[in-house]
């Protein structure tokens, strides 16, 4: 009894004195923010008929199917040419914010709202890609996924160091984001405008008073107690929404698996040749016909897809096989973006499988970034300034320079 008792005070001491997962949460913050912005960059040309008034799916019937859903989109707050240049301008910039980890609580908000606003907006133009940025953009909100590589953490850095020699930090932009976005949600509420589904809204809600919250707590608060236990808060819902998107990533897989097994060109072991020879799915044609002309690697490749899917949830208690069948998996998708030519599709799925990635490869491989990073900036710095051409003298330059 007292070796359980221990066992369960050592899980909650876990799970409450720290936000666990900090590299990988990094990694798929960066990873669908990136997946999200690259796409909505690409699709710049066309966003109109995606997603905009000049789509096939007309923002009467639009109208139509948000009344009986509930679902939640700002781009049915009007129907004008300039709100929705607007809220894909705002999808875009937070995407980019997101990426970078400035503000992170703040722009994974506008993140998820940009996502669910277009994606709610034409349901008919996703795939399953969409799906998982539709539904990894809201369990983002819960995750504290800016400790490391991000502004945030950087900015935390300097004022932790600044607080040490004595000074005082003083955050002017968090108070005044905060009220300009506590100011638009309480027009919105006002205006009627978060009618439908209860969820979005409440999490809006939530999301902008516990942020108030928490700048009272570590500004006002005469003792550390309010901020620590806000923290213990905080790391738990971290790390419940750390467990929901591994459970979902592996639904995904064994979803997918265990339907394919049902499916008799995937028993017969041909079912990998069809795509393949799909114009819609063939953009280079020569590499899909040189895969495609041997039986046996097309049988191979299709039941090695089916095993590794329906394989994967029953070995993340084993590192070795699970981290086999994690490259295998991260492989495959890369593969799918090339062939297939679906991209984005791959990196959404590439990003959800990153949170199986061991926490050692991905400092090797943040500080790898970073030494070629520093690398470059050095490069950089010993770049010769060009010399001065026809009558300019060095001291003209300088002071030119120095203007």
């Known amino acids: 009894m007292n070796r359980f008792s221990l066992c369960v005070s050592r899980g909650i001491a876990r799970v409450t004195e720290a936000a666990l997962g900090p590299y990988q949460t990094a990694v798929i913050r960066i990873g669908f923010s990136a997946t999200w912005l690259l796409f909505l960059l690409r699709e710049l040309p066309h966003r109109h008929e995606l997603y905009g008034p000049d789509g096939p799916w007309s923002w009467t019937l639009a109208e139509q199917l948000i009344g009986t859903n509930g679902a939640f989109t700002t781009l049915m707050w009007s129907d004008g040419r300039f709100w929705f240049e607007s809220v ?36 008919f133009m996703g795939d399953g890609g969409d799906n998982v940025l539709h539904l990894m953009s809201v ?12 502004l945030d953490a950087r900015r935390a850095s300097r004022a932790g160091a600044a607080r040490a020699r004595g000074e005082r930090v003083t955050d002017r932009t968090g108070p005044v984001l905060w009220g300009v976005l506590g100011a638009v949600l309480v027009a919105v509420t006002l205006a009627g405008r978060m009618e439908g589904e209860w969820l979005i809204p409440a999490l809006l809600w939530t999301v902008w008073g516990g942020q108030a919250l928490w700048w009272l707590a570590g500004r006002r608060a005469r003792s550390g107690e309010t901020r620590i236990l806000l923290d213990v808060v905080a790391n738990v819902v971290h790390n419940g929404a750390l467990l929901v998107i591994m459970a979902e990533a592996c639904l995904i897989y064994a979803t997918a698996g265990w339907y394919k097994i049902q499916g008799s060109r995937w028993q017969d072991g041909t079912a990998v040749y069809y795509p393949l020879h799909l114009e819609y799915f063939s953009p280079w044609p020569a590499l899909a016909d040189l895969l495609s002309a041997s039986g046996t690697l097309v049988m191979l490749m299709t039941y090695g ?10 070995t993340l208690f084993n590192r070795r096989v699970k981290n086999v069948l994690l490259a295998a998996m991260i492989t495959e998708h890369a593969v799918i973006a090339v062939v297939l030519g679906l991209p984005f599709f791959s990196l959404a799925m590439i990003a959800a499988d990153a949170v199986f990635l061991p926490t050692t490869f991905l400092r090797r491989l943040g500080g790898g970034a970073a030494r070629a990073r520093d690398r470059f900036l050095r490069r950089d710095r010993r770049t010769p300034l060009p010399e001065p051409r026809g009558h300019e ?11």
Not at 139 to 150: G, I, N, P
Not at 393 to 403: D, I, K, L, Q, R
């Open 88 to 123: 894909y301008a705002l999808a875009i910039l937070a995407s980019a914010l997101l990426m970078l980890g400035w503000r992170t609580r703040t722009m994974s908000v506008l993140f998820m709202v940009g996502v669910l606003s277009l994606q709610n907006r034409s349901v």
């Open 139 to 150: 369990y983002l909100v819960f995750t504290r996924c800016a400790q490391v590589w991000s």
């Open 305 to 314: 897809t089916v095993l590794v899917q329906v394989a994967f949830p029953f």
């Open 393 to 403: 003298s060095p001291e003209s330059t300088h002071v030119g320079f120095g203007a």
